[in-house]
C-alpha cells in the first residue's frame, strides 16, 4: 500500500477487521467478491497492525508475505 511521504498508518478498527472476515467467509462460501481484492484489504490491514508494533518482527514478517501475495495476485490477474 502507497504511503504518503511522513504519514502514519492508524490501527484498523475492529468493525473493519469483521467486515474482512466476513467478506473473506462470504468469499468462501458463496464465492462472492474478488480473492485479488479481498487479499489486497488484508495487506492493507496487516501492514497497519504491523506499523503500530513496531520492533514486532514477527507481525512485519507476516504482514510483508500478506502484501507480496497480494501484488503476486495483481500481476497475475
Keep these: 500500500m502507497p504511503k504518503p511521504e511522513g504519514?502514519?498508518?492508524s490501527r484498523p478498527s475492529?468493525?473493519?477487521v469483521t467486515a474482512?472476515?466476513?467478506?473473506l467467509a462470504d468469499h468462501r462460501k458463496f464465492g462472492l467478491g474478488s480473492y485479488r481484492e479481498l487479499m489486497s484489504?488484508?495487506?492493507d490491514l496487516l501492514e497497519r497492525i504491523a506499523a503500530?508494533?513496531?520492533g514486532d518482527t514477527e507481525a512485519a514478517e507476516i504482514a510483508a508475505a500478506?502484501?507480496?501475495r497480494a501484488d503476486e495476485l495483481k500481476s497475475t490477474g
Design 14 to 16: 475492529i468493525s473493519e
Design 7 to 9: 504519514a502514519t498508518l
Design 20 to 23: 474482512l472476515i466476513a467478506d
Design 52 to 54: 503500530g508494533l513496531p
Design 66 to 68: 500478506a502484501r507480496a
Design 41 to 43: 484489504r488484508k495487506a
